[in-house]
């Protein structure tokens, strides 16, 4: 049956329950004849669509065919204010359906509203069933009994054999004394016992928790009474003895000496010492401590393998050589374009030399006068920054694109009225015996040699160290597109070791021989100060993770020292994988790589270091690149998953996954 149109069925509920309708004496039958078609309600199906879905009717005329083929069409459409009167002139509107298949409107019967409340209020839909089925009263007796074996003899009884043959020994009592006395059980004696000896030689039980009394210590051979000389005190030794309080003494007693062992007296501090003894058991409680059953892999942390961990660089894939001479060149320096296509590497033949990492073919070649300590690529650009002990020069490559490298000039090209009296270093252009065929644009000139120098990740400044330069000119900044120098620090603690800039914020990571230290450029104060595990003398490499909270330190007593600064001040980590001066680290910057190098014992350590927000950082050695030949520097291939290692015969290796 369809659902009704118009009132609820709720609503037509509280009209039965207010009796505003009389359901019994309503005639209905002019309406609709419901037995004008003589079948049953599965044979009198009117729509012969079967059970296609009414809305394929939806923008037709007809609701679908009866049994004549004929189409049965849709019924008038009322619309709200027809339905609005006819549900006030109507007094069957609250009573009437429409069936959607044929749309003919039926009014229910009183009989159908019953059903229809009875199944809303969760009852049965007619009277004739019942949940609950017809039981007898439970006063009713019950005709047969719940077991089948016939109750005994004994049951019905009032007076059991038992208490029969009880009442008759008591009636004997009673007969031969005249009274029934009562049996008292004997009570045992407390024994007194000793609580700390042996509960089973005693013929105690045990307490579960019971432990034995620990031991006394056996007696020296001072404590003889015949013991030898060299045990024997002197008179001062006695007087010192019972010159000190009796908690400072180391004894409590005075070696004596008989020659049989009847003449010993009885030791007058028996009693005491026993009562020391049994205080000492009484006040100091013992307990079980249970020692944790657990295997050495249980405690170790779970370290994934190696294999499960690449790529990373194991394999010798070829070397970047110079021309030969007659002289051994060794390497000093080494970096790596941010592109990735060229490295720089100077030697101690006062050269700096550019090859190509596809090809490993040398393109370019800077002579210098004096000894070069470092060279540093542009993070953006082809200029690459050269210091000579006080000089520091900018040389712009000229490789790759043509434009960019004119770009390049136009930026390098100092003023024409240039004059620098704020400058905290002198600007100038080289002379041109010292051009490198004209790359060389800017030369810097300081007042101590330079140590280092570090790029900003936009290009436009760069940091030089001079740890002779005391307090105020350690440290120095320059600026490319302005050609200034300034002085950011004007009292530093402590010989600077090295610094660089935060990779994403407006800081500076300084180190120093007493710590290591965060300066926020542009508050200018210190927000974060690092404690160094060792002496800071024997630091001799710094790298800065990516993330820029994490570091590593290097230094000359072979150790090699992890930094969480968002974790602790204190290391988070001393590994030992060298056993000299570790001279040389570096991260990886996009893989979660990093390698220390160790130039006198030839070694490269290769481990994997993840760093995430959420956990601590996982550091597991991965491969150990042995040499016989000392190492100069390290680095890392921008891209890919590769290491360059310079040594000191002149030769760059490189090693792939």
Known sequence: MSGLEGESVQATKRKFEKGEEDLEDYNVENLYDEYEYDSSDEEDIRNTIGNVPLEWYREFDHLGYDIDASKILKPERFNEIDNFLKKHDDPNYWRTVTDPKTGRSHVLTSEELRIINSIFS????????????????LS???QTAIIRTNPSKLSFMEIKPWEQKKIEKLRRKLAQQGFIRKIEEPTEEFKFYDIWTDAESKGLKAHSAAIPAPKLAPPTHAESYNPPPEYLWTEEEEAEFFSKDVDDRETNFVPRKFRRLRNVPAYKDLLQERFERCLDLYLCPRQKKLMPKATVDELLPKVPKPADLRPFPYLYLYSYNVEKSDTEIAAVSLDVHSSGHYIAVSFDDHKVRVFE????SCLLTFAMIKPISSVRWSPNSTILAITAEKLLYFVN??????????????????PEHYEGKESACKWKVPKPGMSFSGRAKLVVSHDHDIETSRW??????ILTICPEGGKTKSVIFHRVSTKMSQLPFADLKGEIVDADFHPFKPALWLVSTKEIRLFDLVGRKMKRKLEIGHSGIFMSSFSLHRSGDNMLVGGRDARLVWYDSALSSAPYQIMRYHKDAVTSVAFHPRYP??????????????AHATVSDLNNAMIVPLKQIKLKVKIAAIRFHPVHPWLFVSLQNGETQLYVH
Request: no cysteine.
């Open 122 to 137: 969760g009852k049965y839909p007619t009277k004739e069933t019942s949940e609950m089925s017809s039981y007898p009263p």
């Open 140 to 142: 009713a007796p019950m």
């Open 357 to 360: 990492v596809d090809t490993s």
């Open 397 to 414: 490559t000229q490789l790759g694109d043509a434009i960019k490298s004119m770009s390049t000039d136009e930026r390098l090209n100092l």
């Open 456 to 461: 900003h990740r936009k290009g436009d400044y």
């Open 593 to 606: 790589l990093f390698a220390s190098a160790s130039s006198r014992e030839g070694l490269v350590v290769v």
